[in-house]
């Protein structure tokens, strides 16, 4: 369960949607570029999944360092921006919609999931879980990361809020398109709250523009 029109925004979206990560100012790059830093040691030598891999921005971050890549996105457009791609280690895309594609159980060391929490609706965040927990290894980590409002532009950050608390945004492409979808943010306390419920947190990292947090199953997994 995604937002409601999420599937179709990005793939309106995929030609421009790399533009958010080239923004020309130095201290969001800079953020940027110690999260990759942290990720590729994070990765190293690991079998990977990913979900919602969208561009492939992140995927060819951690093919830098990591043993192979699974990376899937619902947008066939989004795996073509990803296909144009140079990987350093083995990857293989495909089309699948998260919510709804059994990846194995226990397979993968890493599950990553880039830009997708603020998207998640608040009141199916278990059923987010469960998907990214099942096909990890015992012991196995998630990383995800994902922006607060000073990297998005507008700053206009609400035009309406559901009966679940959950935030939407309007955003318009290149093409003058309008589409209204849901998307989250949070302040450091309230991730701490939402993840703790579940996971040990081993990292979590709130800066100006993005968060990232580093997450295992409570107690690894029998
Ligand atoms: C904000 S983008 C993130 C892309 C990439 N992870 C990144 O960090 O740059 C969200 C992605 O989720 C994908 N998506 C939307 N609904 C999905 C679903 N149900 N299953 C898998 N991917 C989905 C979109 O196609 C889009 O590529």
Redesign the pocket.
């Known amino acids: ?3 409601d029109n ?2 179709e ?3 309106a ?2 030609a421009e ?2 533009q ?2 080239y923004r020309d100012d130095p201290a969001c790059q800079a953020e940027l570029s110690r999260e990759a830093k942290k990720l590729t040691r994070l990765v190293e030598g690991k079998k990977v999944l ?10 060819r971050i951690m093919s830098r360092t990591a043993a192979s890549i699974l990376a ?4 066939p ?2 795996l073509a921006e990803a296909k144009k791609k140079a990987f350093g280690c083995e990857v293989s895309l495909f089309k ?6 059994s990846f194995g159980d226990r397979c993968f060391d890493i599950v ?5 929490f ?2 998640q609706p608040r009141q199916a965040y278990d059923q987010l879980f469960d998907l990214l927990v099942r096909p990890l290894k015992k012991n196995g980590l998630i990383w995800m ?2 922006n607060n409002p000073p990297a998005e532009w507008p700053l206009k950050t609400s035009c309406k809020i559901d009966s679940h608390g959950n935030n939407y945004k309007e955003r318009t492409l290149s093409n003058g398109e309008t589409y209204v979808v849901l998307k989250n943010y949070f302040d450091l306390l309230e991730l701490k709250a939402i993840f703790s419920s579940r996971f040990d947190i081993q990292s979590l990292r709130h800066h100006t523009y993005y968060w990232s947090t580093v997450l295992m199953q409570k107690g690894g997994r029998p």
């Open positions: 369960m995604g937002g999420l599937e925004y990005y793939r979206r995929a949607y790399e958010i990560y990913e979900l919602a891999c969208g561009s492939g921005y992140w995927t899937s996105d619902i947008a457009e989004m699948a919609d998260m919510f709804d594609h990553a999931l880039g830009f997708w603020s998207h990361i994902d």
